[in-house]
């Protein structure tokens, strides 16, 4: 039996329900991976300890309280191995954006994508979203991929969107409405 509650999406993977006393696993997972993640995410220098976790998911649980955020984790059995989250929802014009980041041990086995396509699944099913983003870094080859591979049309790149370790980065914008979704 899992420790923790979970959905399967497919191959032993599932997405976990958030809780506070994951911050530890998440926090050691960040802290093995700081190289592949801190490329394309920012808060990496900043996780020196378990805090930056812990603060991370009070945010997210408050904001799922008031309906603006769900986070979950990807978990492959019951390791923590990544992150997927829903935020920016805006519930009265049904559409919210995506964000996840998994470990690179599991990178290339298309588990993010199964993360992916299962979160869409819940926006478009149980909180009755329309419309879907994703935001990739440009030069993120790899999160590209996913929002393609999950049906997510490239709307364009945004022009130094982003400023990240004192450089401005280009982003590409996805969208997917719940009509072509499936």
Sequence with gaps: MSKYFHLPIG??????AAEITMAEDIFKLVDS????????????????DVTLQENYIKMKLQGSANGTDKLFFIASGDQLIGTIDLHAIHPTVKKAEIG????????????????????CQYAFDVLKLN??????????IGSNKV??????T?????PQDIFIYEEF???NEY??????FR
């Design 169 to 171: 980065q280009d982003m």
């Design 154 to 158: 490239l709307l364009g790149t945004r």
């Design 100 to 119: 996840y980041w998994v470990h690179t041990d599991y990178t290339k086995k298309g588990v993010t994508s199964k993360a992916v396509r299962a979160l």
């Design 11 to 16: 191959d032993g993977y599932s997405l976990v």
């Design 147 to 152: 929002a393609q591979s999950c049906g997510f």
């Design 131 to 140: 419309k879907l983003t994703i935001m990739a870094d440009v030069r993120n």
């Design 175 to 180: 969208y997917l409405l719940k009509e072509s």
């Design 33 to 48: 991976n700081r190289e592949h993640l801190r490329t394309f995410l920012d808060f990496v220098d900043a996780s020196v």
